[in-house]
């Protein structure tokens, strides 16, 4: 049996791909065209990679876990995958790379880290806190991204609960063995659970975390109540406890589950503790990890405050968030995820705080179309004043047949999505890049001016392609 990954490259993908690794080595493919860090590091560790569809035959027992977008779905391997006769496993041969995570995770004792900003960080937190502080309960830990430092066995799983992870696995995925009943929630797992696609009600943690609710994913929520809605459903569907806010009590509530808040956020704002966690855009972070720290005394109410602050405080950094990726002479290039309002803001705030004597100039990359359109006159209010350069649009998941009668294309005739990006660089007042060439070329443009600061809002393919940029550059001066 092999698991074959299509989209392996993908930051969550690369991180079950890893995980199937460290358990069972040679029995694991990935596939992906999208090169980027994340195919380097399971390179590194030792996974076969193919950077071409169609060069791996799919077998009648392959279990086949694919990223849930449209080009996937139209690979000769995803294809296929789906024609095989059904499995007689006990879960499907061919699997989303969320119901997969959510098959596991129904074994083990889950803490979901489920909310519209800040998933990714904290989810890193709470892994962190509890390989150091829980180390004999905690199994293995799935995150939306690369933690820098620490891309490691130790860190994706725990190498004391191979054998009965393995256990798992196998009973799953081979009807091998009796199923492990003694097992099931034995062991603690940690997930970024995505509410995108409802992703996050696949699961059934036992502790969840919600800190923030702004609405995101119009495609799929186009009322600010269903979006609360699925957040109500995830509560409900909560084991032992949910951990949130005040203010969001009365959006969860009534629930039979029992919802706890932490007084201690004011106080953690003040705490000493935490100028190691600045890079995690501080302080928008510190509510989060007051959360986490919540949940760790929920599981282990014998350890202080103290001790967990101190932990916590002590995540390494991670991939893309607030992230120096390289210099262009005078030029200081930064990246980072956020690709809403609500994280885009403080995100820019975090930035000028720490480069308050430098210029800075931002880089968007729109991230989905709906986006896009939707937030139209937001867009305008979150980059006022800002010298802003707009790239084309990431629209991995979206076709231009789904919005040739939006309103806004009907309204302005427009055919195509680079079309209606430079209309909305209009709109904001910004530059128009229709390239990324073009935008290295206005690089070179800058480079000669006053120090500055480079900033990538992008949560789509402008990351690893400016990090080949700036690889290939410096080697050519070298």
Request: hydrophobic share 40%; proline share 7%; aromatic share 10%.
């Amino acid at each position: 049996m092999r698991f074959i990954f299509l989209g392996a490259g993908w930051s969550g993908m690369s991180w079950l791909c890893r995980f199937l690794h460290d358990l069972r080595k040679r029995d694991v493919i990935g596939i992906d065209t999208w090169y980027g860090p994340p195919l380097d590091m399971l390179i590194q560790a030792g996974v076969t990679i193919h950077t071409t569809f169609g060069s791996v035959p799919i077998l009648p027992t392959d279990i086949v876990i694919y990223t849930d977008i449209p080009a996937i779905k139209q690979t000769p391997e995803y294809q296929a995958s789906i024609a095989r006769p059904s499995s007689r496993t006990n879960v499907p041969l061919t699997l989303s790379f969320h119901h997969c995570v959510a098959e596991i995770s129904k074994r083990f004792s889950t803490l979901a880290i489920a909310w519209s900003n800040g998933k990714t960080s904290s989810t890193t937190m709470a892994i962190h806190a509890m390989k150091q502080l829980l180390p004999n309960q905690r199994a293995w830990g799935m995150v939306g991204s690369m933690v820098t430092e620490r891309w490691n066995t130790g860190f994706v799983a725990n190498p004391t609960a191979h054998d009965d992870i393995t256990t798992i696995i196998d009973y799953l995925f081979r009807n091998k063995g009796i199923a492990p009943y003694e097992l099931v929630g034995k062991w603690r797992c940690v997930i970024e659970a995505d509410e995108f696609n409802r992703h996050c009600l696949l699961y059934n943690p036992s502790i969840t975390i919600i800190t923030t609710i702004d609405h995101d994913h119009s495609d799929c929520f186009p009322t600010l109540e269903s979006y609360h809605d699925v957040f109500r459903r995830l509560t409900a569907t909560t084991k032992r406890a949910v951990i949130t806010d005040p203010h969001l009590l009365s959006i969860l509530t009534p629930t039979d589950t029992p919802i706890i808040t932490s007084s201690s956020i004011q106080d953690c704002r003040q705490a000493q503790f935490f100028s190691p966690l600045h890079h995690l855009r501080w302080p928008h972070n510190i509510a989060n990890a007051s959360m986490v720290m919540t949940a760790i005394k929920t599981i282990n109410p014998w350890l202080s405050d103290t001790i967990i602050w101190e932990t916590i405080a002590h995540t390494p950094p991670l991939a893309r968030r607030t992230e120096i990726i390289g210099q262009l002479d005078n030029l200081t290039i930064i990246s980072d995820y956020a690709h809403h309002p609500p994280a885009i803001k403080p995100t820019l705030q975090w930035i000028r705080d720490h480069y308050p004597h430098l210029p800075l100039t931002i880089i968007w990359e729109p991230h989905q179309a709906r986006r896009m359109l939707d937030g139209r006159d937001t867009w305008r209010e979150v980059f006022a004043s800002e010298d802003l350069i707009i790239v084309p649009p990431y629209t991995a998941r979206e076709s231009i047949d789904e919005y040739i009668n939006h309103p806004l294309f009907t309204q302005y005739q427009r055919q195509s999505f680079d079309e209606c990006a430079q209309a909305l660089a209009h709109h904001c007042h910004a530059q128009r890049c229709a390239s990324f060439e073009t935008l290295w070329n206005r690089l070179q443009e800058k480079k000669s001016d006053w120090p500055r600061v480079i900033v990538l809002m992008t949560a789509g393919v402008l990351d690893p392609w400016m990090r080949r940029k700036l690889k290939t550059h410096h080697n050519t001066l070298a």
